[in-house]
């Protein structure tokens, strides 16, 4: 018994130890980011990077989630004869919930991995230590461009997933199961209220957030081997992605 409480409080202050380290990390870096050198190149650098490399993906994903809503929410209203709302079932579900949700996991997967073996790689050859040895900083260096980027880039690519997924919408719910055009984007105008577009951009934004801070303290922070950094990669996609929709579900009963 005695062995069992051991290792479960051992576990415990691990835990606890790993998330005061990542939230020191993350205050750091934000104190870094209001001091100068501001780095505005690198953060359009990886702007690029996080958004318009993702843009693909991003497009992709939307067309078909948007065109499964409206091919499901058609046969389940039609039983009820409400297929008229479809284009308020497809609007509301995309951007209070999967457009937000999808495409930071989407990012994750793509950009996120991409951050964290980046870092993890320049831990491991020393060029981290290198750039602490030239005075410069690592954290605003490295770390505050990449938050930056995400908080910004994030929220924009929600929003083409939301206008996408629409879309994807209503070419199955319109052009295929004939739904007619008027009833479709008329639902989708009275439905959607500002507060909905709010909701989705503050979980954008908080989601950029999430993606950029685990996968660079992942990075960071990976061990000194090329099993570390794979170990490092899968950890950081996989925290992110938990830690996205948990927080999602806190703003969502936030927000509602």
């Avoid at 709302?85 to 793509?110: F, K, Y």
């Avoid at 503050?202 to 960071?220: A, H, N, Q, R």
Wanted: include cysteine; aromatic fraction near 10%.
């Amino acid at each position: 018994m005695t062995a069992v409480l051991q290792r479960v409080g051992g576990a415990s202050m691990s835990i606890l130890q790993e998330m005061g380290r990542m939230l020191i990390f993350l205050l750091s870096t934000f104190g870094w980011l209001a001091r100068p050198p501001f780095r505005i190149f690198q953060s359009v650098k990886q702007l690029h990077f996080i958004g318009v490399k993702s843009t693909f993906v991003i497009v992709l994903t939307a067309a078909f989630t948007g065109m499964v809503l409206g091919l499901q929410g058609y046969y389940t209203l039609r039983k009820y004869g409400s297929d008229a709302a479809l284009g308020a079932a497809v609007a509301l579900s995309i951007i209070r919930e999967l457009g937000p949700v999808l495409a930071a996991l989407m990012v994750t997967a793509r950009a996120g991995s991409a951050m964290t073996a980046e870092i993890g790689i320049m831990r491991i050859t020393e060029q981290i230590d290198a750039l602490d040895t030239m005075a410069v900083n690592p954290l605003q260096y490295l770390i505050a461009p990449k938050v930056v980027a995400s908080m910004i880039g994030v929220p924009l690519l929600v929003a083409l997933f939301d206008v996408v997924g629409i879309y994807g919408g209503s070419v199955v719910g319109v052009d295929l199961l004939g739904v007619n055009s008027g009833l479709y984007w008329n639902s989708v105008e009275t439905s959607v209220e500002w507060k909905d577009v709010y909701g989705g951009i503050w979980k954008s934004v908080s989601f950029g957030l999430i993606i950029s801070w685990v996968c660079c303290y992942k990075g960071f922070h990976t061990k000194m081997s090329a099993e570390g950094l794979g170990t490092a990669t899968t950890e950081a996609v996989v925290l992110s992605s938990v830690m996205i929709l948990v927080w999602d579900y806190f703003l969502t009963s936030v927000l509602l």
